[in-house]
C-alpha cells in the first residue's frame, strides 16, 4: 500500500521523465482563445475573471492551449518537442466551481506522428497504474475514419462540414441526421421573384443597404444569395436515403475494438469505401493498447469524439468501472495551424485527471 | 421574530402596475420615503418588510435565497436560476410585463427562417469569415441552454445590457436574442423573428424562494399574507 505522497513522488518521476521538458504556464490566461476555439459550450465551464479594462480572464481550465501557445510563439513550429505539466485546472459546472489536478504530455512536431500516439498511450497507461488502475475501460474514437466516410458518402457537398462539425456532439448529429432523412422544406419565395445569381445578390444588397446593414460587415449579400439558392437546390437534392442509414448505422457501432473494426471494415466493403489506411493504424493502436494493458476492456464507438473540431486521427479515454475519465486524449493536428503555427505540425497529448485517480485509489 | 421580506420592482411602470395589483387584491404597499424610499410597509400586515429593488436583482437574490418573496419577470428567474428551476417557485402570474425571448436576425438573411437554418449558417460562418457568428443578448444562460437544445454549437455571446436591437446594424453581433412585446422595435431594426426562434414566454410573477430559510414564523407569515391577498396556489401549503 503506497502513501498519497509516494504516488505523488511517483507520478512526478513520470512527468519528468528523461527527454521530456516539464512546464508551468501561468494560472491566469486570458479568456479569448478558449472561445475562439471551443465556443461557448466549454466556455460556460471556465472561471471567468474580468480585468479593469473590461478584458476577459480565467484561470487556467487545462494544460494543452497554453503549452502549445507558447510553442508557437517561441518560433518552434515543426520542430519535435515533448512537453510534460502537472498541476491545478479550474473548471465550473453543475455542481459549482472546483479545483482539479491534471497532469500530461504533449508531443509536439515528432517525426512518427503514429510512435507519439504510442507514447502518449504509455504515459496514460503508466499514471493510472501509479493510482493502482490497471485495467481501465479504454474507449477510443476514430476522427479519421469518420472523415474518411463522410468523405467516400454520397450526398451534396454543402452537407460534408456541417455533418463534420457535428461530429462529438450526438444530440445535435442526430438532428441533423433526422433533418437529412426528412424532406428539406424550401424557403418561402422572396416577392421579386428574382432570376439568377446576379438578380438574387442585388436584392439582398438593396435590402441590406435600405435596412441600414453595412453589407462589407458580417454575412455578405454573395453568401446570403448563394445559400438561399443552395437551399433551394438541396430541397430538390436529398441527401440520398442510403447515406443517411450508413452514417446512422456507422455512428452506431460501439463494441470491442476487434469486433468493431471487422464491422466497420464489413460496412466500408459493402459501401464500396476504402478504409484501409485508418482501419491500419487504429488496429496498430489498438494492439500498443491490448500490449500496454492485457487486463483492460477496449472499445471502439464510432460516435466519440472531443467537442473540438482540432482532434485528428485518433482520440481515447481511460475510464474507471464507475465510468469517469481517468484519462484522455489523442492526435490533434489541427490545433498549432489554429494557434499561429505557419506549418502543419503533427501533435499528439493527453491530459490525466489525478484528483480522481486518487479517490479512485481509496475505493 | 424574523420578518418576511417581498421585492417589489422599484421603478416605472412595473412598480405600478406591481403595487395596483397588490393594492386590488387588497394589500396597499406605501412607499413612505418617496421614489427615492428602499423600503416600503403594507399597513394590513405590518411584520412585512417590503424593499424596492431593481427586478434583476430581485431574481437574483430569490435564487440565492436572500429574499424571501419578490415580483420580477419569469425570463430574468429563468436566466439566472439554473436548469433544473428548483430554486424559485412562480406563486401568482399578474398579468403585466408580458414579453418573448426571442431569436431575431437580419430581415435581409433570407435564408434564415428556422433554427435549422441558422445552425448550417453557423458552421460555414467560422470557415468563411475565421470568427464565429456573434449573437448579442443579456440572456447568456437562456441563450446557451436554446441553442445547444437546436444543436447550434458554433457561435460566440456578446454580452450586451441595453440596445441590443442595434448590435447587427452596428456590427457588433450577427444577429440577437432579446425580449420583445409587440415586435415593433424588432421591425424598426430591420430584425425578424425565426419560425421556431421563441425561447420563452415572459410575464411578471410573484415568486417564492425555495433557497430561503423559511422557518414556521416566515411560514405563518407567508400563509397570512397569500390570505389577505386571496391568492391560494396550488400546493401552497408545502413551502
Known sequence: MTTAYERNLALTRLVEAEGIARVDPPMLLEANPYFELAGEDFGRSLMLSLGNDGAEYCLRPEFTIPIVAQYVKQGLSGAPAAYSYMGPVFRQNGTGPTEYVQAGVELLGQTD????????????????????????????????????????????????????????????????????????????????????????????????????????????????????????????????????????????????????????????????????????????????????????????DASFSPRLDYYTGIVFEMLSGQGTVLASGGQYDRLLQRLGASVPVPAAGCAVWVSRLEQEFGR | MTHLTLGIPSKGRLEEETRAAFAQAGLVIERNGGARSYFGTAPALPDLIVRFMPAGEIARELIRGTLELGVTGTDLIEESGDETGAQAAPLRALGFGRADLVVAVPAPWIDVTRMTDLADVAADFRTRHHRWLRVATKYLNLTRRFFSRHGMVEYRLVESTGATEAAPASGAADLIVDITSSGSTLTANALRVLEDGLILRSEAQLFLSRRADWNPERQTQLKLLLETVGWIPPGSAEV
Open chain 1, 113 to 300: 506522428p503514429e510512435h507519439a500516439l504510442d507514447e502518449v498511450l504509455t504515459f496514460a497507461r503508466r499514471a493510472l497504474a501509479v493510482y493502482g488502475v490497471t485495467a481501465p475501460a479504454i474507449r477510443l474514437g476514430g476522427v479519421a475514419l469518420f472523415e474518411a466516410i463522410l468523405g467516400s458518402a454520397d450526398m451534396p457537398e454543402a452537407w460534408r462540414p456541417r455533418l463534420r462539425h457535428r461530429f462529438g456532439h450526438p444530440d445535435a448529429m442526430a438532428r441533423l441526421l433526422d433533418r437529412l432523412a426528412a424532406a428539406e422544406a424550401a424557403p418561402a419565395e422572396i416577392s421579386i421573384e428574382p432570376s439568377g445569381q446576379a438578380a438574387l445578390v442585388d436584392y439582398v444588397t438593396e435590402q441590406m443597404l435600405a435596412a441600414g446593414f453595412n453589407p462589407e460587415l458580417g454575412r455578405r449579400p454573395e453568401e446570403v444569395a448563394a445559400r438561399y439558392s443552395e437551399k433551394l437546390a438541396l430541397a430538390a437534392a436529398h441527401v440520398p436515403p442510403g447515406t443517411v442509414d450508413l452514417l446512422r448505422l456507422y455512428l452506431s457501432v460501439d463494441a470491442p475494438a476487434g469486433a468493431a473494426f471487422a464491422e466497420i471494415e464489413a460496412l466500408g466493403t459493402h459501401y464500396g469505401f476504402d478504409l484501409a489506411a485508418p482501419l491500419a493504424t487504429l488496429r496498430r493502436h489498438a494492439t500498443t493498447l491490448a500490449a500496454l494493458a492485457p487486463e483492460a476492456e477496449i472499445r471502439f
